[in-house]
């Protein structure tokens, strides 16, 4: 009895395919290259992409550091505030 996907003794059209149709590559590009020529390919590509980064300016560093400043001690000081909070309560319960 076969469901709607399909059953285990009937396999799927696509699985059907000859096994001959299909070609056999070791290794494909990257194994005609040397490791050197391969890392410098890499930093080719890493350099590239680079330099289609679009850098932010002086101004706007300095706004996006600030705000990350300012959240980061707003975030210290309402963790210390529970923290401190907590402890007190643990003291109070546990004597």
Known sequence: MADAVGSIDMPDA???APESSKKSRKGGKRAK???LK???LFYRQVIAELRKVVWPTRNQLTTYTTVVIVFVVIMIGL???IDYGLNHAAKYVFG
């Open 14 to 16: 696509q699985d059907e």
């Open 33 to 35: 290259k040397g490791p």
């Open 38 to 40: 391969r890392l410098a």
């Open 79 to 81: 963790v210390t505030v």
